[in-house]
């Protein structure tokens, strides 16, 4: 299939999910929109984190940081600024942040660099409790001003499809290239004249604005926020493994995780919070072993050549217990 040809469809895919996504809300109970919302968020944090992270492997663990820093840029905001200017400003806010970390950090790699954004995620999160401690003498802001429940949920689809389209975008674009270039060899694309430097800092940005949106946009569901709950590590770690699992390196991967990871996370995270999680393991485990590719690398021709390797297996069972026999 073409480049032009492949293009063509998956901006036919993102309409024909986005006529879906608008139509939920005029027929679908306030589970199943509350549902969506939960889904609409993890597409665009997953899909931007792995425009980011899928393309250069470099595995960030600072989602949360970025979507703490939009939910409390929202909630103080909201009461002097318009809906879309918080969005926005908390998406700004964001994005220096991520500048200035990756500037600091981007040098590292592997287990360094995930252990390094994770830790400046907690420094960030106790700064903020600190700051809230000692200068409003308490910990947690109620919110006010908050929109009605189809502009936030408009506003997170949009962030989504935004999300989905500019991966889309930069897939096909030299500034993408560049990325896979430095998750592919580094020093190769450093001696190629990438200024392999400012493409990780820019990318890591991009992924920050997108969080930092989310997060600014998602902070008004609660009507009250802390550090503890908008700071939560499982808001990055989940990110991770929907990405991981979904295809970190396609684009439609950790959409289609996202979905998956949402229905089982509203049908046993209340009922079975055990279960969930060992689901989530369990997944990541096999999706490691036996689908490297994600989800969206399943084809016709990965059954069939698990059912062949399964007979295989059997076959040689057979005949090790004969010959022990």
């Not at 250069?56 to 318009?82: D, N």
């Not at 001003?145 to 989504?160: E, F, S």
Request: aromatic share 10%.
């Amino acid at each position: 299939m073409k480049d032009r040809q492949i293009l063509v469809r998956d901006l036919l895919l993102l309409l024909a999910f986005a006529g879906w996504a608008l139509a939920l809300p005029h027929y679908g109970s306030e589970f199943v929109v509350s549902m969506a919302l939960t889904c609409l968020m993890y597409v665009a944090l997953s899909s931007s984190w792995g425009l980011f992270c899928g393309s250069t492997r470099y595995l960030s663990l600072a989602t949360s940081a970025f979507f703490g820093i939009g939910a409390y840029t929202s909630a103080v905001a909201l009461e002097s600024l318009p809906w879309l200017g918080a969005i926005a400003l908390g998406a700004g806010i964001a994005t220096v942040v991520a500048v200035v970390m990756g500037a600091a950090v981007l040098h590292l790699r592997g287990t360094y660099f995930a252990v390094l954004t994770f830790g400046m995620t907690e420094l960030i999160r106790h700064a903020v409790t600190y700051f809230e401690k000692k200068v409003t003498g308490t910990v947690g802001r109620v919110l006010t001003v908050v929109p009605d429940r189809d502009t936030i949920y408009l506003t997170v689809l949009g962030l989504a499809l935004l999300a989905v389209l500019v991966s889309i975008i930069v897939r096909r674009s030299r500034f993408g290239l560049a990325l896979m270039g430095i998750g592919a060899d580094e020093q190769r694309a450093q001696t190629l004249g990438v200024n392999t430097r400012l493409i990780k800092v820019a990318g890591f940005a991009m992924t920050a604005a997108f969080a930092g949106a989310v997060g600014a946009a998602m902070a008004v569901r609660w009507t009250y926020i802390d550090p503890h709950t908008v700071f939560n590590p499982f808001i990055g770690f989940q990110t991770v493994l929907i990405a991981l699992i979904g295809g970190a390196v396609t684009l439609w991967g950790p959409l289609i995780a996202a979905i998956v990871f949402s229905v089982l996370a509203e049908t046993l995270r209340l009922q079975a919070p055990q279960i969930y999680m060992m689901s989530l393991g369990l997944l990541l485990i096999l999706s490691v072993l036996y689908l490297p590719g994600g989800l969206a690398s399943l084809r016709g021709s990965t059954f069939t050549g698990w059912w062949r390797d399964s007979r295989g297996w059997w076959r040689g069972l057979g005949k090790k217990e004969r010959d022990n026999g």
